[in-house]
């Protein structure tokens, strides 16, 4: 089989601890070396000389050195990782090489997918595991070309997804943090926030399986956005001047689109710029692309979390006052039965002398009036609008608490 390596493989320890890949339009053009790290490994080579000289001792060396923030200093751990990201060149050109033939539909040349991977690098340092007894070559081809695939996915639903599709799927977090990267101003943020939360709530297409290509809303749906914002700047306190119009909103939405797009798929062409023997690096070559969750994926389920928790956190705050002023006695004793006691319905109707039909009603009853009483509470604080979807995302963490609540205040 043809080597994909255009250039010598290094062998010496020096080499393969301080030299880094070098490229010219695009083409692996052989190894530059950093001074820096030529002097420390030639400074440790000479300090530890009865040491084992094999590449996976210094491997190790490194990564012990790298992984210790305990008893040395955080320069130490940096030019550890340096040591090892330039050890890792090789492995990751390897990736790179393999990913370019298997995304034949990529716009990225080599030289693109070798950035991607080793702008990562340090994921592939917190996931190695030597006691494992696998190589970090091997171990880093692997990663490498997951995160590289994963990076293509990634740039494939940012170019095919509508303005709409995104901003539905995107976190509130995410679309921040891309709005500041355009260095909008706080207040902008805040509106176009606000101006997306209303979209989102409002915007409801019908479900569809090419969910990337959603339509433009209809003109009654932007009208609908258009008058939930007017309600809602008004009580956070950006309602100046006159209110914003249905194109005014779509403007603003399409350039949190724009900004959005930006952060998924920024500009990796301006990023300047290991390996073990050829048969573990062949390992490549029968390696399926890791199908993992994507970072946009992993944001949406992060931010959903952190919304359940900021529920969970204000209901601490607001359910017992509220447990505490439920009328009569007996409805908090029914409570206190079913989510402390852990009785059933039935048995809790045989203790009333009443049915169970009647202890299902009465415990409805109570959880619509907890709901009543806290959901407004929670959207003023959440700076979101009370709607269906939070409602449901309340009465689920109500339910929990209420189990929780019961449980840490038993008699």
């Known amino acids: 089989m043809r080597s994909p390596f255009p250039f010598y493989r290094r062998a010496e320890i020096v080499e393969l601890f301080s030299t880094y890949l070098s490229w010219n339009m695009g083409r692996p053009a052989g190894w530059i070396a950093d001074a820096q ?10 300090r530890l000389a009865q040491a084992d000289a094999s590449r996976r001792f210094w491997v190790l060396y490194w990564h012990r050195i790298w992984q210790d923030d305990q008893t040395v200093g955080a320069e130490a751990r ?3 990782a340096r040591h090892l990201c330039a050890y890792l060149q090789e492995a990751c050109y390897r990736a790179a090489h393999r990913a370019s033939t298997r995304f034949t539909s990529s716009r990225f040349e080599v030289f693109d997918l070798f950035q991607i991977g080793m702008l990562k690098c340090d994921r592939v340092l917190r996931g190695f595991q030597p006691e494992r007894g696998d190589s970090l070559d091997n171990y ?7 995160i590289i695939g994963e990076a293509l996915r990634q740039h494939q639903e940012a170019d095919i997804s509508s303005p709409w599709a995104l901003l539905r799927r995107v976190t509130q977090r995410f679309l921040c943090a891309s709005l500041k990267q355009v260095s909008y101003d706080e207040r902008a943020i805040r509106c176009y926030v ?18 990337a290509r959603l339509a433009d809303p209809d003109p009654a749906t932007w009208q609908r956005v258009c008058a939930l914002y007017h309600r809602e700047s008004i009580g956070q306190g950006l309602a100046a001047g006159a209110p914003p119009t249905p194109q005014l ?17 920024p500009d990796i062409r301006p990023l300047g710029g290991a390996s073990g023997d050829g048969t573990s690096l062949d390992r490549l070559e029968t390696l399926p692309v890791v199908q ?29 006052e509220a447990i505490v002023r439920v009328q009569p006695q007996a409805d908090r004793e029914l409570l206190r039965l079913y989510y402390q006691g852990g009785m059933t319905q039935s048995e809790i109707g045989e203790r009333f002398a009443i049915r169970q039909w009647t202890v299902h009603r009465r415990l409805k009853r109570l959880k619509a009036q907890l709901l009543e009483q806290l959901a407004p509470r929670c959207a003023q604080v959440l700076h979101r609008p009370l709607s269906l979807a939070l409602l ?7 339910e929990e608490w209420l189990q929780a609540y019961h449980g840490d205040h038993g008699e």
Do not use: K, M
């Open 37 to 46: 790290l030529q002097s420390s490994i030639e400074h440790s080579l000479g």
């Open 78 to 80: 940096r030019l550890a």
């Open 140 to 146: 880093a081809i692997s990663v490498f070309h997951s």
């Open 194 to 211: 606000l101006a997306w939360i209303c979209f989102r709530e409002l915007y409801c297409p019908a479900p569809r399986r090419d969910s």
């Open 249 to 265: 909103l779509e403007q603003w939405l399409r350039q949190c689109a724009v900004a959005v797009r930006a952060a998924l798929v």
């Open 292 to 320: 993992q969750p994507s970072e946009f994926e992993r944001l949406i389920a992060e931010e959903q979390e952190q919304e359940r928790e900021a529920l969970r956190e204000r209901l601490n705050a607001l359910l017992g």
């Open 392 to 398: 449901e995302a309340i009465g689920t963490v109500l």
